[in-house]
């Protein structure tokens, strides 16, 4: 099972601030397999990143990912108040489809 | 398309959990389907997918208490986890897998707690 670990557990920033949240995969994921989703209090995740670096429709701008191998990360720039909230960084490319456990994006 | 649990809230000890998922806008006959669930507070864990042809693939971790069935003429798919535990109490989502790598949509989710 490929364990994905991301860090911070917890980040505090300001609106306008740029977030960077990273997630390390325990083995090399395919870059086609990494995605990352937003969850907000009482809501589903939402899909913001596929394969990488493209953005879901619907996604601003502002959030960006980048990565290979084994790191990935996950970029904010300029941080609007919908988006603290926690993130997390998923892989699909090898069963057990795994989660990483989150990083909470918090008001500072 | 729009995703929608249902089923009970509320499940005794060493019964069967079972929830339903039922799928708008699009039909269930392609893709594969998901159920993600996520304890309270904590983060979220792929329990497994069916595809319509009945194809299934689950968890180790859960696999000898989990089944996942289909029903393409209901446009539905279905969970079952036996010998539930206070440990299974969680939100449970059904999603739908795209471009074969990523969970989009899901559902709202729906809480099952496990208590007698």
């Known amino acids: 099972e490929i364990v994905l670990t991301q860090s911070p557990g917890t980040l505090s920033l300001s609106p306008g601030e740029r977030a960077t949240l990273s997630c390390r995969a325990s083995q090399s994921v395919s870059s086609s397999y990494l995605a990352w989703y937003q969850q907000k209090p009482g809501q589903a995740p939402r899909l913001l990143i596929y394969?990488?670096?493209s953005r879901a429709t619907g996604i601003p701008d502002r959030f960006s990912g980048s990565g290979s191998g084994t790191d990935f990360t996950l970029t904010i720039t300029r941080l609007e108040p919908e988006d603290f909230a926690v993130y997390y960084c998923q892989q699909h490319g090898s069963s057990p489809y795994t989660f990483g456990q989150g990083t909470k994006l918090e008001i500072k | 398309v729009q995703l929608q649990e249902s089923g009970p809230g509320l499940v005794k000890p060493s019964e069967t959990l079972s929830l339903t998922c039922t799928v708008s806008g699009g039909s269930i006959s392609s893709f594969y389907w998901n159920w993600i669930r996520q304890p309270p507070g904590k983060g979220l864990e792929w329990i497994g997918y069916i595809y319509y042809t009945g194809t299934t693939n689950y968890n180790p971790s859960l696999k000898s208490r989990v089944t996942i069935s289909v029903d393409t003429s209901k446009n539905q798919f279905s969970l079952k986890l036996s010998s539930v535990t206070a440990a299974d109490t969680a939100v449970y989502y059904c999603?739908?897998?795209?471009?074969?790598?990523?969970?989009?949509?899901w559902g709202q989710g729906t809480l099952v707690t496990v208590s007698s």
């Open positions: 394969g990488t670096s």
């Open positions: 999603a739908r897998e795209s471009g074969g790598a990523w969970f989009d949509p």
